[in-house]
């Protein structure tokens, strides 16, 4: 990409027309912006443990739509997908191969402190959390019961709305590239308050292609 093309000064940027800066701001973030999104420090959480806080834990499965067969967690041909949202902060999502306690606690322990308070849905992969030194919430989605107080999963169940609505408008993703687009919509959740397209061009003025 010819980064020259879009290299105009911060403070001019008000004078390209909307449809140019929605153009370089698609072409950022699909050419380098997701690799970016993947390294610290934009991304939260990589390269480092989150800091103590509410964090809520959760799985999604994103991919092929459901039929005949097998259904409800892990339906075939769908990839699971571990979320982390630390409340008032941001997300962390990794691709996962299955959505068992084997899977899940090696990165909630290499992620989040302990003594942090975690919250969750009846998940069971997540038995076990306090013998692991989490303060354990959960909420029972089984019963009917979707929040009780500050029990609730709805920041992360916020984000997983956002991603497949993102996705959703591809029309299909190709699993190898998969990662990369879902890394992109973790990006720009933990961004979304910012001007996005100042901040790439701000981050490639400092790391040029």
């Known amino acids: 990409m010819d980064f020259e093309a879009f290299a105009v000064d911060e403070g001019d940027d008000a004078s390209l027309s909307f449809e140019r800066r929605r153009r370089a701001e698609r072409d950022f973030a699909g050419f380098a912006g997701v690799q970016r999104a993947m390294q610290g420090p934009l991304s939260f959480g990589v390269g480092g443990e989150i800091p103590p806080g509410e964090i809520e834990v959760d799985e999604s499965y994103f991919g092929a739509r459901r039929g005949r067969g097998k259904r409800g967690r892990g339906a075939s041909g769908e990839t699971p997908v571990l979320g982390l949202h630390k409340r008032g902060d941001s997300v962390f999502v990794s691709v996962v191969e299955n ?54 999963v709805n920041g ?13 408008k591809l029309h299909g993703v190709k699993r190898d590239k998969f990662l990369l687009h879902l890394k992109e919509c973790e990006w720009r959740w933990n961004h979304r308050r910012q001007n996005t397209y100042r901040l790439l061009l701000s981050n490639f003025r400092k790391k040029p292609l």
């Not at 992360?156 to 959703?168: C, D, G, N, V």
């Open 99 to 152: 959505c068992s306690k084997q899977a899940l606690m090696p990165i909630l322990k290499g992620r989040v402190l302990a003594e942090s308070d975690v919250y969750t849905d009846g998940w069971k992969a997540c038995d076990g959390l306090v013998t692991n030194g989490y303060k354990h919430h959960r909420v029972h989605h089984h019963e009917n019961e979707f929040a009780r107080g500050k029990n609730h």
């Open 156 to 168: 992360i169940e916020s984000f997983w709305s956002f991603a497949k609505m993102r996705m959703s």
